[in-house]
């Protein structure tokens, strides 16, 4: 089975950035995406951004756009997640998975992937002065 597996958390202050890697291991299907979720604690776990295993074509949450930026290097299996000024509410742990288009592919507003299969261990993310 699909192995995921994310770093580069950590403390930064706010505008800070950070870049959050997810090396996977053990593939023996394509998938649609990889995707970013975060969870601040007593919060439920929303989707971030993804990229598609195909094109590389990235999809992001409103409140993340023009700060994150996810890429990838299919040769090395890796997917990065670039976060700049970053927020106190960016503040979470982070985890990458592997996605699929879910039924609100499409509409605004709507996060447009869904986990599917495989998660990473999750990484922290803390923003603060």
């Known amino acids: 089975q699909v192995q995921l597996v994310e770093s580069g958390g950590g403390l930064v202050q706010p505008g800070g950035s950070l870049r959050l890697s997810c090396v996977g291991s053990g593939f023996t299907s394509d998938y649609n995406a990889i995707g970013w979720f975060r969870q601040a604690p007593g919060k439920e776990r929303e989707g971030v951004a993804a990229?598609?295993?195909?094109?590389?074509?990235?999809y992001y949450r409103d409140d993340v756009k023009g700060r994150f930026t996810t890429s990838r290097d299919k040769a090395k299996n890796t997917v990065w997640l670039q976060m700049d000024n970053l927020k106190p509410e960016d503040t979470a742990v982070y985890y990458c998975?592997?996605?699929?288009?879910?039924?609100?592919?499409?509409?605004?507003?709507?996060?447009?992937?869904?986990?599917?299969?495989?998660w990473g261990q999750g990484t922290q993310v803390t923003v603060s002065s």
């Open positions: 990229i598609s295993t195909y094109d590389e074509s990235t």
């Open positions: 998975a592997t996605v699929r288009p879910s039924r609100s592919f499409g509409q605004p507003g709507a996060f447009w992937w869904e986990a599917y299969g495989s």
